[in-house]
């Protein structure tokens, strides 16, 4: 089975978030693809199978399967675009989430997503000395949506993920925490303890909800993002509505094979 990896949202080698992309040429029991997951020990592993002339894709962290994941979508759109088919420059996959397309203009890869708006929830009362610093407010979608006052809380976070692991398990799939930025209109960080992720580098699906979020309170349809972990990454991002779109860059790291 022909295997890549790919740094997505990324300017160069060895930022962003790397996922690893697998093209199937026949269906696999879901406990071989979690297995093979779990062996390449990256955020996210993308399947893409070609079935009745769809696109079928699935992801998996090296614990579970997951509905939702924007920086392995965006490197499946990579392989898909720079080297099975280099002249497409629209692609659709059939995933847990619905149809989801990716249009490439010229380095940049931008998703179509179901928009997840977060409601305004009560504060878990272990949050702030989970996170180890004040917490202004939370927000409910899939993911707990956790605001700081800024960036550099943010930049600084040093989690107590036995803690978050509690407070997210009763609650949510995983905990963001997000600030407004200074040279960019917000900055994020993602953990999900539970799905055997304790942070990962930049997170797609995370700009479904936090997109809504801020263009609401920052009163702009179009914006820029950056994900604060050790290799960061940035993410280009508009509301549309009922969707949104994510975009960014990505860079090829490894190309091979896998023996099944």
Same mark, same amino acid.
Request: with cysteine; proline share 5%.
């Given at each position: 089975?022909?295997?890549?990896?790919?740094?997505?949202?990324?300017?160069?080698?060895?930022?962003?978030?790397?996922?690893?992309?697998?093209?199937?040429?026949?269906?696999?029991?879901?406990?071989?693809?979690?297995?093979?997951?779990?062996?390449?020990?990256?955020?996210?592993?993308?399947?893409?199978?070609?079935?009745?002339?769809?696109?079928?894709?699935?992801?998996?962290?090296?614990?579970?399967?997951?509905?939702?994941?924007?920086? @392995?979508? &965006?490197?499946?759109? +990579?392989? !898909?675009?720079?080297? $099975? #088919?280099?002249?497409?420059?629209?692609?659709?996959?059939? /995933?847990?989430?619905?149809?989801?397309?990716?249009?490439?203009?010229?380095?940049?890869?931008?998703?179509?997503?179901?928009?997840?708006?977060?409601?305004?929830?009560?504060?878990?009362?272990?949050?702030?000395?989970?996170?180890?610093?004040?917490?202004?407010?939370?927000?409910?979608?899939?993911?707990?949506?956790?605001?700081?006052?800024?960036?550099?809380?943010? @930049?600084? &976070?040093?989690?107590? +993920?036995? !803690?978050?692991?509690? $407070? #997210?398990?009763?609650?949510?799939?995983?905990?963001?925490? /997000?600030?407004?930025?200074?040279?960019?209109?917000?900055?994020?960080?993602?953990?999900?303890?539970?799905?055997?992720?304790?942070?990962?580098?930049?997170?797609?699906?995370?700009?479904?909800?936090?997109?809504?979020?801020?263009?609401?309170?920052?009163?702009?349809?179009?914006?820029?993002?950056?994900?604060?972990?050790?290799?960061?990454?940035?993410?280009?991002?508009?509301? &549309?509505?009922?969707?949104?779109?994510?975009?960014?860059?990505?860079?090829?790291?490894?190309?091979?094979?896998?023996?099944?």
């Amino acid at each position: 089975m022909r295997y890549f990896v790919i740094d997505a949202f990324a300017d160069e080698l060895f930022c962003g978030n790397p996922a690893g992309v697998c093209l199937q040429e026949r269906e696999l029991d879901t406990s071989l693809m979690q297995k093979i997951a779990y062996e390449n020990n990256l955020p996210e592993t993308a399947f893409l199978l070609k079935k009745d002339g769809k696109y079928h894709l699935r992801w998996f962290t090296p614990e579970v399967e997951i509905d939702l994941c924007g920086h @392995a979508t &965006l490197a499946t759109a +990579f392989v !898909m675009m720079n080297i $099975i #088919s280099p002249k497409l420059r629209n692609v659709e996959f059939e /995933t847990m989430s619905g149809t989801l397309t990716v249009r490439k203009n010229g380095d940049i890869f931008a998703m179509n997503f179901p928009r997840r708006k977060p409601e305004p929830c009560e504060i878990p009362p272990s949050l702030e000395k989970a996170m180890g610093c004040n917490v202004l407010e939370t927000h409910l979608s899939r993911d707990l949506l956790v605001l700081v006052e800024k960036e550099e809380n943010v @930049a600084l &976070l040093q989690p107590d +993920f036995e !803690m978050l692991r509690e $407070i #997210s398990i009763s609650m949510a799939f995983a905990v963001i925490v /997000t600030a407004p930025g200074k040279e960019c209109d917000f900055v994020s960080r993602f953990f999900a303890p539970n799905a055997g992720i304790l942070e990962d580098p930049v997170t797609g699906s995370s700009h479904s909800t936090l997109i809504p979020f801020w263009s609401r309170r920052l009163g702009k349809t179009k914006m820029t993002a950056r994900q604060l972990s050790k290799r960061g990454g940035t993410l280009f991002c508009e509301e &549309l509505g009922d969707r949104v779109e994510i975009g960014g860059r990505t860079k090829c790291y490894l190309q091979g094979e896998i023996a099944i």
